[in-house]
């Protein structure tokens, strides 16, 4: 069935100022181009140029499954804070960030924007931004990074849903219902919109899949994979949800005394990296479940490198989070952790003391309960050091699922 292009438009010139209010959005945008013979790589990790270039708004494709229109939500839903962290973010993402979920989420689900400046090196930024109607902008007085940035954020909110946003994003049409709809249902319930790619080169809107969901390899490292046959044959509609194993960990919409019930995030983790797989587990083991909504979508500009720096280097940084997580919820899986990334052996994370009175006070099941009911290793869990298995399942699924079963090959191989 063909089915017309759907746009999204940016605003008419009245509804500027509604949007922004007395904002001055052309000088707040001037003040930060880029300068002629710069490098437009250099400072952002994305070409500046081509960002500047577009402005705070432009049309973008509806790229949902054309049945997502027709779906009807509660007129009751409750609303959210938006909880954005940046760190010398550059000002045209960022604004466009604010202004697409300004124009393209209905205005009573919006309580407020919540901007956590992690200390850019200017403090104007944040001013400048407090302007705009129903935003707040918070400074640290140090860098904090995005985790604990993000947990001033939550604990500043008055709404009683939090959805977490990137600094550079993009949300499309009706992006933000259907996330509220499935919390306001089950508030243990934690879910992501589909996330689709704005090009780092000409900023490019592109559709991702539709098709996959979110996996890890054992040196914990993000991956989308395939979701598997079985639950892709039994999904007879394509608008419905998608139970997912870890969440990419930018975007996310969660009911605020469900994030404070499960300990928020774990703030001895710095800067970034590893929090969206210690939340994951978290979730799930301790009675939550995850999920990827298709018919919300946000674009998300992804980067090559990081921009900024990490005190500790982004090497180390990226061991003790990861590190702090396979200790506290990875029971004697960890060994898979330790196989994989043997430069984490001896490496300091701090004390996770907290953290494991945290598990033991949720009461939250074994990281067994986790591979053998929300990951394709489960086929493997009870044979890891045994015959392979010779099932015809086990066949189809290593046809189908190929890139997974890399993972399941290497977690097989016999430890010396």
Known sequence: MLCPLQVTQPPRTEQQGQLLGGFDEKAYLVGKQLKPGDDPYREHAFNLQESDRLGSER??????????ASLNYDTDLPATSIIITFHNEARSTLLRTIKSVLMRSPPSLIQEIILIDDFSSDPEDCQLLSQIPKVRCLRNGRREGLIRSRVRGANTASASILTFLDSHCEVNTDWLQPMIQRVKEDHTRVVSPIIDVISLDNFAYLAASADLRGGFDWSLHFKWEQIPIEQKMARSDPTQSIRTPVIAGGIFVMDKSWFNHLGQYDTHMDIWGGENFELSFRVWMCGGSLEILPCSRVGHVFRKRHPYDFPEGNALTY???????????????????????????GKAFGSIADRLTLRRKLNCKPFRWYMENQSLLFMSTHNQEKEPLKTEKWKILRKVCSPVFLLIDYWRRPRG
Do not use: F, G, L
Request: glycine share 0%.
């Open 319 to 345: 061991i003790k989070n990861t590190r702090r997580a396979a200790e506290v919820w990875m029971d004697e899986y960890k060994q898979y952790y330790y196989s994989a990334r043997p430069s984490a052996q």
């Open 59 to 68: 049309a973008i494709r509806d790229t949902r499954h054309y049945r997502c």
